[in-house]
């Protein structure tokens, strides 16, 4: 059974970057033939894929929000994070990781998400 658990503050400030980490456990990030995403959900814009990063290391963004946004991983601690720079309150949302499988295209386990909110 693969696990995905999301970390990180629950409040930043606008302008700060916020960081993610995605603990996950069952399974391998390199293990080839998954990806491993960002997804957040906010009550204005709904569910919106941020990035992911895939099993041999390359990343891919969103082109909406690649300009301030990286993903990176610690193979030695399966772990995927996101960082997000210059945060305004647009970036409020719901923070998901996710599993996805290259041959359906589709997310198979996700993590159960972790609240964070950008205000001064």
């Known amino acids: 059974q693969v696990q995905l658990q999301e970390a990180g503050p629950g409040l930043v400030k606008p302008s700060q970057t916020l960081s993610l980490t995605c603990t996950v456990s069952?399974?391998?990030?390199?293990?080839?033939?998954?990806?491993w995403s960002w997804i957040r959900r906010s009550p204005g814009k709904g569910l919106e894929w941020m990035g992911g990063?895939?099993?041999?290391?390359?990343?891919y963004y969103n082109p909406s929000l690649k300009s301030h946004t990286s993903i990176s991983r610690d193979t030695s601690k399966n772990q995927f994070s996101l960082q997000l720079r210059s945060v305004t309150p647009e970036d409020t949302a719901v923070y998901y990781c996710a599993r996805g499988r290259v041959t359906v295209d589709a997310y198979d386990y996700w993590g159960q998400g972790t609240q964070v909110t950008v205000s001064s």
């Open positions: 990063i895939v099993s041999d290391g390359v990343t």
């Open positions: 069952g399974g391998s990030i390199t293990t080839r033939g998954y990806y």
